[in-house]
């Protein structure tokens, strides 16, 4: 259940609350008006003066409801005309900011009437870039787009195959666009050879090619025009002595491996690890890895990590921050089997899960419990 709630100021709730009650206080003003209007005929001050004291006590909330009711109508209308010029489907075919759109498209304009999205009745396409696109698009606000430029689109689905800064893009896939124009992410119709600068550790850089596999999604680089970020792999590729493994994502940020898997064995921080092996970098130091899901056992930390388990290391340092085991598997620590998430605080072991029912400290634990540090030192080895 959402927790989620829209609280109105008090001033709101009780404007809507006279407001609803408008037809009751008109009711009652016209029938004091009535009543008054026949004492003044008779003569009848005294209930005259009654009927006016009364009206004038009924008289702020009716005024109050009518003002308020005035104010939600009037912002209504409005709110309608907004939506009437910023919101509408086309009838015919019609030009918006510079681009021809087919009859019976959707149209969203942004608070400066400039084109924000525009969706395609089924079957019909329209040409940008060079570009056949089709379905739901997405634009650019001429704030955001270089020379304020109108009807530069941001994100949309290709109706055809395309070149888009001269990369293969695959029909019926979402391509997106930076603010600057320059493509962001696409579906690869076929292998391709992109670019991307790798910085060695000296700070000498070197432009490599990355050979990009068809059907997968390519990310470029945000701040180096032209270059690739991340992609699936379609061959092997060595990187800052690295083997990235065919098949799998690799991942250069600002010039550094950020993300990769091990085609051979590998020494990722103090560890030896396998090929298969998914791990992650942050500005060149080991941060996260994951095992391959079938293997043998690996050796490190003084634990023999099964197969598939995922860990990470603490912030530049070359020590375990946690391990996730599967939950048919386990690790030994002190003696006890424990699986799923494990803490260790930068080294040393903090929590975990139990993998089966076990005496811990002379007491009985069931299988899941989590135990911490304490709960384990008087174990000493079993």
């Known amino acids: ?224 025009p032209a270059e690739v970020e991340g992609c699936r792999l379609a061959e092997p590729v060595d990187v800052d002595a690295v083997v990235c493994a065919a098949r799998e994502r690799i991942l250069v940020i600002n010039g550094k491996l950020s993300a990769c898997t091990f085609a051979e064995p590998e020494r990722f921080g103090p560890l030896a690890l396998p090929a298969g092996t998914a791990v992650t970098y942050y500005d060149r130091h080991p941060s996260t890895f994951k095992l391959p899901p079938r293997g043998a056992s690996v050796d490190a930390f003084g634990l023999s990590l099964p197969a598939g388990t995922e860990g990470s290391f603490c912030y530049r340092k070359d020590v375990l921050e946690h391990l996730s085991v599967n939950e048919a598997a386990f690790v030994v620590i002190e003696g006890v089997k424990l699986t799923g998430w494990i803490d260790f605080d930068c080294g040393s072991f903090r929590s975990g899960q139990l993998f089966e029912d076990t005496v811990v400290a002379g007491r009985p634990r069931q299988q899941g419990e989590r135990v911490s540090r304490e709960d384990l030192s008087p174990q000493n080895g079993g």
């Open 1 to 224: 259940m959402s927790d989620v709630g829209i609280v109105f100021p008090w001033w709101f709730i009780l404007g809507v609350a006279l407001m609803i009650a408008l037809p009751v206080t008109t009711a009652i003003m016209v029938g004091l008006g009535v009543a008054a209007s026949r004492a003044r005929r008779r003569g009848r001050a005294r209930r005259l003066a009654g009927l006016k004291w009364s009206a004038s006590i009924v008289a702020p909330f009716w005024l109050s409801g009518l003002a308020f009711g005035g104010w939600y109508v009037v912002s209504e209308i409005r709110e309608r005309i907004y939506e009437a010029r910023h919101y509408f489907t086309l009838d015919k075919a019609r030009e918006v900011d510079g681009i021809a759109f087919p009859a019976g498209t959707w149209v969203a304009l942004d608070e400066d009437e400039a084109l924000k999205e525009a969706e395609l009745p089924a079957g019909e396409t329209v040409r940008l870039r060079a570009a056949a696109w089709q379905g739901k698009l997405e634009f650019a606000a001429p704030a955001h787009a270089p020379n304020a430029a109108h009807g530069r689109i941001t994100d949309g689905t290709l109706a055809t195959p395309a070149e888009l800064d001269g990369i293969p893009c695959r029909a019926g896939d979402r391509a997106t666009f930076f603010w600057s124009g320059r493509l962001m992410e696409c579906t690869l119709s076929r292998d391709a050879d992109l670019s991307t600068t790798i910085t060695a550790p000296d700070g000498a850089a070197q432009v490599r090619k990355l050979r990009c596999m068809a059907g997968d999604t390519i990310h470029m680089a945000g701040l180096r």
